[in-house]
């Protein structure tokens, strides 16, 4: 089951990210979700081009992908499959590249 997903973007400075969008699909109070996204964020900017899609963080699987300069995060937990997370991905920025063109 996929938590959350968030729509990243990498700005022009190391630092600087920007939440696009934050989708959460099960119930997280208000504080909780601000500590995830800044947690999370940081770990997946952190990284580097050729290192590994999926992270851990606290009991969950974190996914991710790059497309451009927008990241793509799922928290899933951790019985899911995370070749299936990276398809779920693909399969939603088809859509948007569809509907809005060149995402």
Known sequence: MINYMLLVS???TARARKVRLAKWYQTTLQKA??????DVTQLV???RTRMCNFLKYKNTKVVYRRYASLFFVCGIMQSNNELITLKIIHRYVEVLNWYFGNV
Do not use: D, E, F, S
């Not at 979700?33 to 800044?38: G, L, N, R």
């Open 45 to 47: 900017l952190a990284r």
């Open 33 to 38: 979700k601000v500590k995830i996204v800044k």
């Open 10 to 12: 990498r700005q022009a």
